[in-house]
């Protein structure tokens, strides 16, 4: 048995997706946040940093959302290439992509004061801008050229992944800097369109009121 401590709409949102799909048996812990939990000895016992999401698990508790998808993959042999896969080291390295750059990037956006204060909001903003541009191109272009089959007709974690990143980057209004609608990517987008119906989806955007299309229309 799995414990997820999930907040709606936060960096939990992929692993929920992931332990749903999988159909294995979890629990959903709510943080508390108001209450200060996520600066408890008991929470920063699982996550240090104090950041949502962790996961307990028969293995001990867990923190980092890369870290979590890919142990549940393993644990499970689902929703990834397996180890001695040929397709095995192109996942990890788009995996690894997506957690050292992707989702760095996107919270540079979000909290762009937290990289050097609020005097160099606006270039930062400049900067990390420019860079979510040219990681989504990056992106885009490979799905085109290759279509991995864990990025296409597959399920996989990487793809509930940055179907969570998108969730953010496309959801938000053309004024606001994270605005990165997922139709300015077009292979990215079907993919995203086809992930986003399958009922582990469904169930977990339902809960969380993130609307019906959660990754290409978020909040529709
Ligand atoms: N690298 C971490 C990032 C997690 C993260 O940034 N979580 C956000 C929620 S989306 C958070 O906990 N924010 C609370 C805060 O920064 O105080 C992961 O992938 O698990």
């Keep these: 048995m799995y414990t997820l401590h999930y907040s709606p709409d936060t960096a939990s949102l992929g692993v929920r997706m992931v332990l749903q799909e999988l159909g294995v048996p979890y629990r959903s812990a709510l943080i508390d946040r108001d209450a200060g939990a996520l600066d408890s000895p008991a929470y920063r016992a699982m996550q240090p940093l104090g950041k ?3 996961l307990e698990t028969p293995d001990g508790p867990m923190f980092e959302t890369a870290a979590m998808l890919l142990y549940l993959a393993d644990k499970h042999h689902a929703l990834a290439p397996a180890p001695n896969h040929p397709e095995r080291a192109a996942f990890l390295a788009w995996l690894f ?11 540079q956006i ?3 004061e937290r990289v050097a204060g609020e005097a160099c909001v606006p270039a930062v903003l400049t900067q990390a801008r420019a860079q979510m541009q040219m990681l989504l191109s990056t992106l885009e272009t490979m799905l085109a050229r290759d279509n991995p089959a864990w990025f296409s007709t597959e399920p996989s974690v990487l793809g509930y992944y940055v179907g969570m990143l998108m969730h953010w980057l496309g959801g938000m209004p053309a004024d606001h800097p994270a ?3 997922t139709a300015d990517y077009p292979a990215l987008h079907a993919r995203l369109a086809a992930l986003e119906v399958r009922p582990a989806a469904q169930t977990i955007a339902a809960d969380e009121g993130l609307g019906a299309l959660p990754f290409t229309h ?3």
């Design 179 to 181: 605005h990165f609608p």
């Design 97 to 107: 992509f997506t957690s050292t750059n992707l989702h760095p990037t996107l919270l």
């Design 110 to 112: 979000f909290y762009p």
């Design 52 to 54: 949502i999401p962790a």
């Design 218 to 220: 978020p909040y529709a």
